[in-house]
Nanobody
């Protein structure tokens, strides 16, 4: 089966940087769009940045110019480089893919709407 596994969260001071990684594990054939969402307790999960399978990117306005999403298709991995972090960036960050095709034995299957387990990012002085 396929899993999305995030890493790289932590505690940083305002103005500092942090890089998140998300690896899709399993016998992957292809991955469509991937992205990062974040969520505060009691709030909805909001899109932060997305990247298509050919590298097209999209960002929420509050992170434009500070965050950069990138993708390594050979490693089935996406990254989120977060610079000039602010206290309001504090949240649990989740990796997401809308469609992954993978092998089970010789059979190819496609499933939709994958989420990682989340990684905490805290920005505090």
């Amino acid at each position: 089966q396929v899993q999305l596994v995030e890493s790289g969260g932590g505690v940083v001071r305002p103005g500092e940087s942090l890089t998140l990684s998300c690896v899709a594990s399993g016998r992957i054939f292809s991955i469509n769009n991937m992205g990062w969402y974040r969520q505060l307790p009691g709030k909805q999960r909001d899109m932060v940045a997305m990247i298509g399978d050919r590298g097209t990117t999209n960002y929420t306005d509050s992170v434009k110019g500070r965050f950069t999403i990138s993708r390594d298709n050979a490693k089935n991995t996406i990254y989120l480089q977060m610079d000039s972090l602010k206290p309001e960036d504090t949240a649990v960050y989740y990796c997401h893919s809308d469609r992954i095709t993978y092998y089970t034995g010789t059979r190819r299957s496609t499933k939709y709407n994958y989420w990682g387990q989340g990684t905490q990012v805290t920005v505090s002085s």
